[in-house]
Structures are given as structure tokens and as C-alpha cells.
């Protein structure tokens, strides 16, 4: 894949992956070494552009979170700072509140809500990234919004 | 979906996730500039070496005028089957690095080995006069 093919999906996509990678590591500077290993390895290793890249880079970034998690120690203090949201985007505290009650959430509902809401992506994609049905992930996903919701006092 | 899920994702969809750091500079490819010097020189490697390749080849090989000087027979000599150094590698040789000069050189020779039948005094227009 050409620099200039990555850097485009780098800007593009890379705000949605790196929060994605962060609501499964819990830290943003482990999600954006993750991200970084995942670029990189579009550039080195002549990687021919897949049919649809998002998806791609989502399940890549999956995958090489889950691995840095496996070989870490089993808990992990999650950032106090909030890291996750531009804090110009919406109202800074909700922006935190937002951050704090994903983070609430059963990793596999969040990661569902992650996928739909920030790397805009139908609840089949999502389901294909996660290599689980459609029916599990829609179920994750309502039940998630649910709890969210309700951790975020019915937005 | 029902319609306050569509309001709480537009809710959601506000908060825009941060941009991560830029993209370290590994693996980025070598500027044009670069690139084309890395192929001039390249260029003129290969081209110093063909021509270094040939020089030595032409001066291994016999040249073709000295082989077709060698393939036609000796007068002094007067071998009856011509010359004792035409070979047929020598005349393979020949036709590979010089088509024409093979043909020049099996005329020469075949006119001096095989008998001339167009020589008032030769065999042939002795027998007929007979």
C-alpha cells in the first residue's frame, strides 16, 4: 500500500481505531502503539489494499490489542485522565461521563458500541470485525445502549 | 430501532474521538531525488559491465577474418583434401559469429579443392574432347 493510500487512512479512521483500541486496553499510549504497529505494517510489508479497509483495520487493531492485553498482567489500571474524546466536541464533563460509563460497560457490549457509533459501522460489519452472529452483536449492542444510557442518567 | 436509540447514538456521535499521534517516519519511501541518482548509477554499473563482459569475450575468441585465414587451405601445403586445421568446430564457430564470412570462406575453399570444370585443360574437357 502506497504512504500517501495509508496517511489518508490514517487521518481517516485512525480517531475511531484509536478509541476503539483504547476502550479494550484501557490506556491511550499502549491503543496508539497498537495503531502505529498496525500502520506500519501497511508500509513495510507491501500489504495489498483489502477490499474494504475498514474493516480490515478494525479487526487488525483487534487482534493486536487483544494480543498486547494476553501478555500483559490481568489488571490494569484504566486512565484517570480522559483520553478518549476531543475535549471541543460536545461538552468536555459529558465528554468524560461518556468515557467513564463505556468503560463501565462489559467489554464485549462496548466494543460493539464502539464499532457502531465511532467507526460507523452497520451491526453486521461490527459482528464480522468481532467474528461473532449478527443476532449476538445486535443483542450486545441494544443491551449496551441500554446500560449506557442509563449510566448517563437517560440522555 | 426505536427512535430515542437514533436521538442517544446522535447524542453519542457528538463526542468525536481524539486523533492519534502522527505516524512514525519508518518505512516511508525514498524521495524521487533519491531514487532516480540510486537508478543512474545503477544504469551505468550494468552498462560498464557489459561492455567490460564483451571486451574481454572479443579478446578470448578468435576474430573471424583470422579463422577464415586459417580455414582456407594452404597452397604450399596442397593437402589433397584441403587444409589439415578445417574442422567442423571451427566452421560452426564461423557460421555462429559470421554467417557471410562462412560463406566466403567455404567458396574459397571449395574452389581450391574441388576441380575446376570450366578450365579448357581440365580433366573433364580432355575426356570430352576424347
Keep these: ?155 | 430501532m426505536e427512535n430515542h436509540d437514533e436521538v442517544f447514538e446522535r447524542y453519542l456521535r457528538q463526542f468525536r474521538p481524539r486523533a492519534p499521534r502522527a505516524l512514525p517516519d519508518a518505512g516511508r519511501t525514498v524521495p524521487p531525488s533519491w531514487r532516480s541518482k540510486l537508478a543512474v548509477v545503477a544504469a551505468i554499473i550494468v552498462i560498464c559491465s557489459l561492455v567490460g563482459w564483451f571486451s574481454v569475450r572479443r579478446h578470448r575468441l578468435p576474430q573471424t577474418s583470422h579463422l577464415i585465414k586459417t580455414l582456407s587451405p594452404s597452397p604450399q601445403i596442397g593437402h589433397p583434401f584441403g587444409p589439415p586445421d578445417v574442422s567442423l568446430g571451427r566452421l560452426k564457430m564461423l557460421m555462429r559469429r559470421d554467417p557471410s564470412g562462412l560463406d566466403a570462406a567455404l567458396i574459397d575453399i571449395s574452389q581450391r579443392l574441388l576441380p575446376n570444370v570450366e578450365n579448357p585443360q581440365g580433366t573433364l574437357h580432355v575426356l570430352a574432347g576424347e
Design chain 1, 1 to 155: 500500500m502506497r504512504r500517501e493510500e495509508v496517511e489518508r487512512l490514517y487521518a481517516q479512521l485512525g480517531p475511531g481505531l484509536v478509541a476503539f483500541a483504547c476502550s479494550i486496553l484501557g490506556d491511550r499510549a499502549s491503543a496508539e502503539d497498537v495503531l502505529h504497529q498496525v500502520f506500519l505494517k501497511l508500509l513495510v510489508r507491501s500489504v495489498i489494499t483489502p477490499d474494504d479497509p475498514r474493516s480490515y483495520l478494525y479487526r487488525a487493531v483487534r487482534n493486536a490489542t487483544l494480543n498486547v492485553q494476553r501478555s500483559r498482567s490481568r489488571h490494569v489500571e484504566l486512565d484517570s485522565e480522559p483520553a478518549w474524546f476531543e475535549a471541543s466536541s460536545g461538552n468536555a464533563g459529558e465528554g468524560l461521563a461518556v468515557e467513564v460509563a463505556l468503560k463501565e460497560l462489559p467489554n464485549e457490549q462496548r466494543e460493539v458500541i464502539m464499532l457502531r457509533i465511532w467507526g460507523g459501522m452497520t451491526l453486521e460489519e461490527a459482528a464480522a470485525v468481532l467474528e461473532i452472529p449478527a443476532n449476538t452483536a445486535a443483542s450486545r449492542y441494544r443491551y449496551g445502549l441500554a446500560r449506557l444510557r442509563e449510566r448517563l442518567g437517560g440522555s
